[in-house]
């Protein structure tokens, strides 16, 4: 069976296609992204502008094109943050449910991190004993921990890199002073949540899951030998934490020369490597490790077991 999973992200519209059976594991033949970045689209009154919902209806119409011309059997179409939040958010729903010709599922922010925590899971397998999970999308960083398929505790925070971005850092380069507006503003963002994590049993694992945090690995990170050989990227906060005021100092033009930096990445990299290291430093982090899976995996693990369970009861 082939499916699609579309995920409407704040930064991209992005469909993951994969073949897949019950009891086995997904085997992706199509990855295609449309950088949107529906953030800067938003006006004074936190509604995404017609220029963004059209945007978004082209990149949705492209994106079902896609499905059909690879003979997708059934597509799986969720939203996150900058949907579910905006102050237009049922009608921008309703035209990319006609641009879809389908429901789309809007994803709260604790059942986004429940399902990117399905993902990891499954990616690091139950020896991994206790993991605490880090996805930075555009417009919310979703937290999750345990050591189970579901995690023990998730949460959902308004500090994406794109929402910080617009908020915190609008000037290119930000400047020292606008970095530590940001710092002290995701360290109490964080502090409500942050206690309820430290209390759980210490990790075993932490990891994070986002293309931000994929770029930051690849510009600060290094590489290690994993299990079956699998190159395992390790992302120091240390090292993190030396960057940023180097990010802050390099206009975005620039940043795509550095190592990982990808264009559709240059304007919001500051903001997630300020808002990760903040998050590490409040869960007593001092590295993490980088996984491949993420929410649109998570979202196709769980199609599958309903298929799995299906199956077993036929």
Do not use: C
């Amino acid at each position: 069976m082939r499916l699609g999973v579309l995920d409407i992200g704040s930064n991209t519209v992005h469909l993951l296609i994969a073949d897949v059976r019950p009891g086995g594991r997904p085997l992706a033949t199509t990855s295609r992204r449309t950088v949107l970045r529906l953030m800067r689209y938003l006006g004074p009154d936190g509604a995404i502008s017609e220029e963004g919902v059209s945007a978004l209806e082209l990149a949705v119409d492209e994106a079902r094109r896609t499905a059909a011309d690879e003979n997708v059997d059934e597509l799986l179409a969720t939203a996150t943050s900058a949907v579910r939040e905006a102050a237009n958010g049922p009608d921008v729903i309703a035209r990319i449910e006609a641009a879809l010709g389908q429901p789309l599922q809007v994803l709260g922010g604790e059942t986004e991190a429940r399902y990117t925590f399905l993902a990891v899971r499954r990616w690091f397998g139950w020896s991994a004993g206790q993991i605490l999970l880090f996805d930075i999308g555009g417009g919310s960083l979703e937290i999750a921990a345990g050591a189970d398929e579901l995690p023990e505790a998730a949460a959902s925070v308004p500090l994406g890199a794109g929402r910080m971005t617009i908020s915190h850092l609008p000037d290119d380069p930000p400047g020292e002073a606008a970095v530590d507006l940001l710092r002290a503003h995701a360290r109490a963002t964080l502090a409500p949540v942050a206690g309820s994590f430290r209390a759980l049993e210490r990790p075993d694992h932490v990891v994070g899951s986002s293309k931000a945090i994929r770029s930051l690995a690849k510009l600060v990170g290094y590489p290690v030998p994993g299990w079956s050989g699998i190159e395992r990227m390790l992302l120091p906060r240390a090292s993190l934490g030396s960057w940023i005021p180097r990010l802050a100092r390099i206009p975005a033009s620039a940043r795509a020369e550095l190592p990982g930096i990808t264009a559709d990445r240059t304007f919001q990299i500051v903001a997630a490597a300020v808002v990760l290291h903040e998050a590490m430093k409040a869960m007593d982090a001092d590295e993490l490790e980088v996984s491949p899976w993420a929410l649109r995996e998570g979202v196709l693990l769980r199609y599958i077991e309903s298929l799995s369970w299906s199956a077993a009861g036929a």
